[in-house]
């Protein structure tokens, strides 16, 4: 079965109310795209990898695959795309101050990961709720990582897609691999050609929390 976006927001609401807080599903979906990654390319410790994280709960999720790989010896460097005190979420907040206590990721500008020479690049830029033009510095982030010969992996679907319909903004990633939560959104499958290989991973959310989702 596939869903919507807004399915989507219902079914995490849901869950939330019936006591499984946020926190604990983004900690679930970063660290079950760190094990996909892991699949794909076995011993993550001698990996470079680059991190793109935007200012909501995408951008969380990536700070959490941030330290994940961390804790598989990557060497992580983060840029943050925007002022700290922008960040929208309580989650995403939590997982920013913890990256700023680890010695073992390095937080950097987006001029800074210009010359960075990653393995890997994680889009965790914008999610599913984009809506009109992409502006900076979402839009050179973009731009940096298209022009990367790194394999992308993008967070629940490629900054710039939308995933109920496929359709895309003026800009968008073209990943190597996409993990997306909880169920196939509805657009991405016929996007292949931007998502790459896309898998779905269970975040811990009830099946309860679909009754009623409209």
Avoid at 69 to 79: D, F
Avoid at 101 to 110: A, F, R, Y
Avoid at 135 to 157: C, G, M, W
């Amino acid at each position: 079965m596939e869903i919507t976006v807004k399915q989507m927001y219902q079914i995490e609401e849901n869950g939330h109310q019936m006591g499984f807080p946020r926190q604990l599903m983004m900690e679930n979906a970063g660290a079950s795209m760190v094990k996909n990654m892991a699949r794909q390319f076995g011993d993550l410790s001698k990996k470079d990898v680059l991190v793109f994280a935007g200012l909501g709960n995408n951008g969380g999720d990536a700070l959490v695959v941030a330290r994940h790989l961390a804790g598989h010896g990557s060497h992580v460097e983060v840029v943050l795309l925007g002022d700290p005190g922008d960040i929208k979420t309580v989650e995403c907040r939590t997982n920013w101050s913890l990256i700023q206590k680890m010695k073992s990721v390095s937080v950097i500008t987006l001029e800074q990961a210009r010359s960075a020479k990653p393995d890997i690049v994680i889009d965790g830029i914008l999610g599913t709720g984009i809506s009109g033009q992409i502006r900076e510095p979402h839009s050179s982030a973009i731009d940096l990582i298209n022009n990367t010969s790194a394999y992308k992996v993008a967070v629940d679907v490629p900054s710039g897609v939308n995933p109920d319909t496929g359709d895309t903004a003026e800009k968008f990633v073209r990943a190597d691999m996409t993990v997306t939560f909880h169920k196939m959104k509805r657009g991405m499958p016929r996007r292949a050609d931007l998502c790459g290989r896309i898998f779905v991973e269970k975040i811990g959310i009830p099946p309860e929390a679909e009754d009623g989702v409209i």
